[in-house]
């Protein structure tokens, strides 16, 4: 084996006396992808900041081609030539595409910074990624999937030769995630070693060298990716077996609930939907299609243009969101940090504000019974798999799985009959996924009708009874039973109308 490009050993790490990492070794080699995996908590994101320069170990050591080395920053771990893609960004969103990739690194044509070459170099490297977004756009006017285009983009243009990326197809389509997986061979093919923490199994096979496992803040495993099944990773990464991720959920079969008719708004141009009780309905297309703005139009998060929305027999067209959320419709947001959660309030604190129109909370005054309040919060929390300990912690201190569990809770704190989850599991490592898969199957089988919009197509394929597949705006699919399968979706991707299965 050649002289290992980094390797860390006996990294140790400690936050306020609780350890976060114990004693883990990690190498990587020049030229090879090495993926960290572990659940929410296990230590990946702490092992990579140390790497990446955001932490100092408590204990241990790191070195860098050969040479050992203490970094105290991230522009100091840039020096080293190491370059990170976190999972939760860091764009400035008043400048434009162009202006965050070149940013701190702007070239210059004598005194001053050289704007067209800002925006030509941009350009190429956006073409040569296969990304399609206008890079003279303000960030904050991208989608989340565009400003993780970004963040990878700013990335390779450092032309780093050490890469971390954190879960960089969380928001990306499978198409997306095609061309970021072309672009990484070339990087390994130029000697880039690549440090890949995803919770999507099924991506390792395609990518992966070799696999470390963590859990609970320790070494698991160092294991070759060629060869080892989703079955012993599942199992190494949570301490028990796992074998089945996905339920068996079954179809109750009701009437339909919400019906949308001829709908037009922004990015969607005329969709008839029948969302039925007792039913998981998919719904799947690339970034763009119109998947998501569907939903967003009918709980009243942007505006009808034209059709109709009517929940129970109940005319909703362009009612304000609470008024939807009132008729029975439990909405979960893409974004659980910007549209979720109150991030400085607790666990605790973000279900109780799902509480507040329950009639054993507000008491007979308007006055709000703390204890009854608390009560069912913490059953709400038991419910979803949250720690005890965890109740009372800052949500912003959870792990994105945590965060997740909490953000599902909300959908308890009342009485619903429609449940529309948009990106239920983004960022949320495989156990949490299964636990998040069992809430969606004890909701359908309870008689109420679920939606899943979803990006990760094994997930919308294996949870639908029936799915959507949006293309320009429109519905150019509707399949379910043995058509549930990736090659009959993705061939509807590209389609601009409705075209048989």
């Keep these: 084996m050649n002289a290992p490009l980094v390797a860390m050993t006996g990294i140790s790490k400690e936050f306020s006396g609780a350890k976060a990492l114990s004693n883990v070794d990690f190498?990587?080699?020049?030229?090879?992808?090495?993926?960290?995996?572990?659940?929410?908590?296990?230590?990946?994101s702490?092992?990579?900041?140390?790497?990446?320069?955001?932490?100092?170990?408590?204990?241990?050591?790191?070195?860098?081609?050969?040479?050992?080395?203490?970094?105290r920053s991230v522009h100091d771990a840039a020096r080293y030539g190491v370059g990170t893609v976190f999972q939760e960004f860091s764009l400035v969103p008043t400048l434009s595409v162009f202006e965050n990739v070149y940013?701190?690194?702007?070239?210059?044509?004598?005194?001053?910074?050289?704007?067209?070459?800002?925006?030509?170099?941009?350009?190429?490297?956006?073409?040569?990624?296969?990304?399609?977004?206008?890079?003279?756009?303000?960030?904050?006017?991208l989608s989340r999937a565009e400003q993780q285009m970004v963040e990878i983009a700013k990335a390779f243009l450092a032309k780093a030769k050490v890469l971390i990326l954190d879960e960089p197809t969380a928001s990306l389509t499978e198409k997306e995630t095609r061309k970021l997986f072309s672009f990484i061979r070339k990087a390994k093919a130029d000697g880039v070693g690549i440090v890949y923490i995803s919770h999507r199994i099924q991506e390792f096979s395609e990518i992966a060298d070799r696999i470390t496992i963590l859990r609970d803040g320790r070494l698991i495993a160092t294991v070759p990716a060629d060869g080892i099944s989703e079955t012993r990773l599942v199992e190494l990464m949570t301490g028990r077996s796992m074998d089945q991720i996905y339920p068996r959920i079954e179809r109750r079969g009701g009437g339909t609930v919400l019906a949308i008719r001829g709908l037009h708004a922004a990015g969607v141009r005329g969709v008839d939907i029948d969302v039925r009780a007792g039913e998981v309905l998919g719904v799947a297309g690339l970034v763009g299609s119109g998947k998501s703005r569907v939903w967003r139009s009918v709980v009243g998060l942007q505006p009808v243009a034209a059709g109709s929305v009517t929940i129970n027999g109940r005319e909703m067209t362009g009612r304000p969101t609470r008024d939807?959320?009132?008729?029975?419709?439990?909405?979960?947001?893409?974004?659980?940090?910007?549209?979720?959660?109150?991030?400085?309030?607790t666990a605790r604190e973000n279900l109780r504000l799902a509480l507040l129109r329950r009639a054993e909370v507000a008491g007979p005054f308007g006055f709000l019974s703390a204890r009854q309040a608390r009560r069912l919060a913490d059953g709400i929390g038991e419910r979803v798999g949250m720690t005890p300990a965890y109740m009372s912690r800052p949500v912003s201190n959870l792990s994105g799985g945590n965060q997740q569990k909490v953000l599902f809770g909300k959908g308890f704190?009342?009485?619903?009959?429609?449940?529309?989850?948009?990106?239920?599991?983004?960022?949320?490592?495989?156990?949490?996924?299964?636990?998040?898969?069992?809430?969606?199957?004890?909701?359908?089988?309870?008689?109420?009708?679920?939606?899943v919009i979803s990006s990760d197509l094994p997930e919308v394929i294996n949870l639908s009874h029936r799915l959507l597949v949006?293309?320009?705006?429109?519905?150019?699919?509707?399949?379910?039973?043995?058509?549930l399968t990736e090659d009959v979706v993705l061939k509807h991707f590209f389609a601009d109308t409705r075209i048989p299965a």
């Design 470 to 483: 949006f293309s320009g705006g429109r519905i150019s699919a509707e399949l379910e039973g043995a058509d």
């Design 46 to 71: 702490t092992l990579i900041s140390i790497l990446s320069g955001v932490y100092r170990p408590s204990s241990g050591s790191l070195s860098i081609n050969g040479e050992e080395v203490e970094l």
């Design 27 to 44: 190498t990587l080699l020049a030229g090879e992808v090495h993926v960290l995996f572990g659940e929410n908590g296990a230590g990946k």
């Design 413 to 451: 704190g009342e009485e619903r009959g429609i449940y529309i989850f948009d990106e239920p599991t983004v960022g949320v490592d495989i156990g949490t996924r299964a636990a998040l898969y069992r809430l969606i199957q004890e909701i359908a089988e309870a008689g109420k009708a679920v939606v």
């Design 324 to 345: 939807v959320l009132a008729a029975g419709v439990f909405y979960l947001p893409p974004d659980r940090k910007n549209e979720g959660l109150q991030l400085a309030a």
């Design 103 to 141: 940013l701190a690194r702007e070239p210059k044509r004598g005194p001053f910074i050289n704007r067209s070459a800002m925006l030509e170099g941009a350009r190429r490297l956006f073409a040569d990624l296969g990304f399609d977004i206008d890079v003279t756009r303000q960030v904050s006017g």
